[in-house]
């Protein structure tokens, strides 16, 4: 089971759609500030941010699960660095691949966005 997260509605009615059509019928795709997770259905085994991030969104770390792995595009708007996050018994071990260019994540957690709204 895979759950998708998108700031904004039309977005995510497009995702819908798509997806309905396509005939997938085991992706969820909800309405939220994608810096919270998505906390009713974890803990994960991956998590996949897909936009730049300032620093790991704390909540996302929780709700990964032992042996889980996250992997985000992590540093200023300009330029980041891509991480992966692996959750062991001991705690999370980091990985680094290089530096990538996303477009910043919005939220709570993220970048902050004057205009933006759920």
């Not at 085994?45 to 042996?67: D, E, M, R, W, Y």
């Amino acid at each position: 089971r895979v759950t998708s997260l998108e700031r904004l509605a039309v977005v995510a009615d497009i995702a819908r759609e798509n997806l309905r059509n396509a005939g997938i019928e085991t992706v969820s795709v909800q309405v939220s500030d994608g810096t919270l997770g998505w906390a009713a259905d974890a803990p994960y085994n991956g998590i996949i941010i897909t936009a730049a991030t300032p620093k790991i969104p704390a909540p996302l770390i929780s709700q990964l699960a032992v042996g889980g792995r996250l992997i985000a595009p992590v540093g200023p708007p300009q330029i980041q660095e891509l991480v992966r996050l692996t959750r062991t018994d001991e705690g999370l071990q980091e990985e680094r691949f290089g530096s990538v260019r996303f477009v910043p994540l919005i939220g709570e957690y993220g970048w902050k966005d004057k205009s933006a709204s759920l």
